[in-house]
Nanobody, 114 residues
């Protein structure tokens, strides 16, 4: 059974930083793609950042230069370092992994306020 567990969300002020973590069991991140998505109230879930098995990364334009996705193969975890946070980054952030199927974590709330 595949499980993804996010942690690291919270409330910060504009310009602050947070680091999200996602721990996986039942799936190995480096054998497929993994990423972070977010969903703000009233909006569709959107891709934030993704890392392929080979380490290729992509970001949504709105977070380029501010967010960094990374993977620790030894710990089988992925991270999202978020800097210069803006109010529009407020959302529930989900970890996603692709293997035989697509798997999602439960999500972690990130709230950015001025």
């Amino acid at each position: 059974q595949v499980q993804l567990e996010e942690s690291g969300g919270g409330s910060v002020q504009t310009g602050g930083s947070l680091r999200l973590s996602c721990a996986a069991s039942g799936i190995t991140f480096r054998f497929g793609s993994a990423g972070w998505y977010r969903q703000a109230p009233g909006k569709q879930r959107e891709l934030v950042a993704q890392i392929s098995g080979s380490g290729f990364v992509v970001y949504v334009d709105s977070v380029k230069g501010r967010f960094t996705i990374s993977r620790d193969n030894a710990k089988n975890m992925i991270y999202l370092e978020m800097n210069s946070l803006k109010a529009e980054d407020t959302a529930v952030y989900f970890c996603r992994a692709s293997g035989k199927s697509v798997y999602w974590g439960q999500g972690t709330q990130v709230t950015v306020s001025s």
